[in-house]
């Protein structure tokens, strides 16, 4: 039997709906069980201080846990891989941070491509790094440190909580753009880079604020000059590196991803939510407390963030010839 026209139309609009109707159903009633965060990191560090932060935050809100889960080794690329191998119903999430954009180029061969596959959903803080030196070094300032340095060439250790760590790119830049000499001595992990730059086994670090903002407090370390464009409201003294340094500047950075799949609704709720989040007091104090920085956007910002990341830390890791472990 032959259908008239106009209810064969109907029901091809209905049928071509149908999806549409059923995807957004799934988004309304998201999340009907605990959802992952998953952290490539250990527990314990910035990284997964922020996650647990906003994880509580989102768990409050959607009414169904937002777990944290460490899974740390390989530079992160374990549990980004998790992420990336995951179901796109945004049940596993990734705390994504700017490891990812250094790991495209540190490492020669990996299982995903994290730009294509990784789906940027919210930006959510920014970690500033600070130059900071044992007392012993003679110098006070980022200018007087870079004559020590050319005065003392090969004398100077740079720790670093590894090869291709945000510590250990920070510091290779400063040595191209200012053509110092330093060793780069990689630990395993930023505690006991820090503990032997506190013991004067190595001279110099860019560590992130949240790591060392309590040991510049107490004096056992001096702080040369934070590495944001701007000086920080947690330590208004200390002058930026690019005040000596023109054009030098770096920041971590934290957000979330998820699989490369995942609808547009979920992205859309969930950068919502991170976004109020970033609007509420008590998590603006607790950043604050932490000394890092708002960092609210939306997908397609974040998205920019993460592309001139990775370019920018190219030409850092290809110039200096850094290598994975």
Do not use: C
């Not at 209810?7 to 071509?16: G, K, R, W």
């Not at 980004?80 to 119903?89: I, R």
């Not at 007392?135 to 090969?154: C, D, H, L, Q, T």
């Amino acid at each position: 039997m032959r259908l008239p026209r106009r209810q064969f139309l109907q029901l091809v609009a209905s049928a071509a709906a149908l999806p549409v109707v059923s995807g957004t159903a799934r988004a309304q009633t998201y999340p009907s069980r605990p959802v992952r965060i998953i952290v490539g990191f250990p527990a314990g560090g910035s990284f997964d201080v922020v996650a647990r932060l906003f994880g509580q935050w989102l768990s409050e809100r959607f009414g169904q846990p937002f777990i944290v889960e460490n899974r740390s080794g390989a530079g992160g690329n374990i549990a980004t891989e998790a992420v990336v191998n995951a179901q796109p119903d945004g049940y596993t999430l990734l705390l994504v941070n700017d490891t990812h954009a250094v790991n495209a180029t540190l490492y020669d061969k990996l299982n995903y491509n994290f730009i294509r596959d990784i789906a940027p959903i919210a930006s959510i803080a920014g970690i500033p790094n600070v130059m900071q030196v044992n007392p012993a070094v003679p110098a006070r300032s980022v200018n007087e440190f870079i004559a020590y340095a050319k005065a003392n060439p090969g004398k100077i250790n740079m720790a670093s909580g590894g090869n291709g760590s945000p510590a250990h790119v920070s510091g290779e830049l400063f040595k191209i753009m200012t053509g110092v000499n330093m060793l780069h001595v990689p630990y395993r992990g930023g505690a006991p880079a820090m503990a032997d730059l506190i013991g004067g086994q190595v001279q110099v670090m860019f560590a992130n604020i949240p790591q060392t903002i309590e040991i510049l407090k107490s004096g056992r370390l001096r702080p040369l000059g934070v590495t944001t464009a701007t000086r920080l409201d947690v330590l208004p003294e200390v002058p930026t590196v690019g005040e000596s340094v023109p054009g030098y500047e770096t920041s971590g950075w934290i957000g979330l991803g998820g699989p490369r799949q995942i609808s547009a609704e979920l992205v859309g709720r969930l950068n919502s939510e991170i976004n109020r989040a970033l609007d509420d007091p008590k998590i603006k104090a607790r950043l604050t407390d932490l000394g890092v920085s708002r960092l609210s956007g939306s997908p397609a910002n974040f998205s920019k963030l993460i592309a001139a990341e990775t370019e920018k830390w190219a030409k850092v890791i290809r110039t200096a010839g850094i290598k994975a472990e």
